[in-house]
């Protein structure tokens, strides 16, 4: 990546999406985000704000996204609403912004002719296959609302290669976590929601047995993920990849490690087992380390040494 390139990166300011504007600028690309900040944050963007240009808008705005994609040689498309149970509490606005948000991104990055668009897709897609690791030829059988629109996201970037000719590169991320996740609301992922919790003196709270089991992923591994996956071969283009790190533990072990981090001597408290939960998950990494050279540098529990390095710093002020 010699020459100056131009990234628009959707998402900008929330956790996977700002990683990816600070990389981008740290290696001299020109970089252009847009947020609305339903549930990114200006603190995530804040320290290398002045070396990017920001819109405030919404990837729903279709007259926007054009504008956006004028010029852009790759799309890194993060914007959407996570979170499982907040679309099996809210569907309806789960599904408006993550299919209308990529539809508009999709046309207008078509109509701008990038180079390619790259998009966060989701191991929820998956939902409770038995057969471990998941690979991406494995029948996708979604358990909630968020896990339909994140793999209809995926059927409409493969018929827009097919259709328009636009080369899509979709990852499927795989419980992606590291310092900026907000630890904050009801929403919250489950390590930056332990960390808080211990830090505060609580109790982790595990949904259901804790025998659940994650294939958590470090966020440099994910930034690695999206920038080679705008210059892989062409034989990428309209494919989905698997983005883990190759290996797994359950929430209980989780829950262990970071009480044995933060030299805590609490215990566990069990609560019911949440609706849409997928009970195994785990990434056959094979097709991204082939085709897009995809190689994970940070382990899990490495990973989990810095993200609560960062926690500790956060949740001091």
Not at 65 to 86: M, W
Request: aromatic content about 8%; hydrophobic content about 40%; glycine content about 8%.
């Amino acid at each position: 990546m010699d020459m100056k390139q131009r990234y628009l990166v959707t998402g900008a300011a929330g956790f996977i999406g700002s990683h990816l504007v600070e990389t981008l600028i740290d290696q001299g690309q020109s970089v252009v985000g847009v947020d609305n900040f339903i549930t990114g944050k200006r603190a995530n963007i804040e320290p290398f704000a002045d070396r990017m240009e920001f819109i405030e808008g919404d990837v729903r705005d279709l007259e926007l996204c054009q504008r956006l994609c004028n010029g852009a040689d790759f799309v890194l498309h993060q914007a959407a609403l996570g979170s499982v149970p907040r679309s099996v509490d809210d569907p309806i606005t789960t599904n408006d912004h993550n299919l209308n948000g990529t539809l508009a991104m999709l046309v207008a990055a078509r109509d701008a002719k990038v180079k390619r668009f790259v998009y966060a897709a989701s191991s929820s897609a998956y939902g409770d296959t038995k057969v471990l690791p998941k690979v991406e030829t494995l029948r996708s059988t979604p358990l909630s609302p968020y896990a339909v629109t994140k793999y209809v996201c995926e059927l409409y970037a493969a018929v827009f290669h097919g259709v328009y000719g636009l080369p899509t590169v979709g990852l499927r991320y795989f419980n992606i976590f590291g310092p900026r996740q907000d630890p904050e609301g009801a929403y919250a992922a489950v390590i930056p929601r332990f960390v808080k919790a211990v830090l505060e003196g609580q109790p982790p709270v595990i949904d259901g047995d804790g025998g659940q089991t994650r294939d958590f992923t470090f966020v440099e591994n994910a930034v690695q993920a999206n920038l080679k996956a705008c210059h892989a071969p062409e034989e990428a283009n309209g494919q989905v990849f698997n983005v883990g790190a190759g290996d797994r533990i359950s929430v209980l072990q989780l829950a262990a490690k970071v009480l044995e981090l933060l030299e805590s001597d609490l215990s566990p408290e069990h609560v019911p087992a949440r609706a849409g939960d997928v009970r195994d998950s785990l990434a056959d990494i094979e097709k991204a380390r082939r085709i897009l050279g995809y190689d994970p540098t940070v382990d899990a529990l490495s990973g989990l040494e810095k993200a609560i390095g960062w926690y500790r710093m956060a949740l001091a002020g």
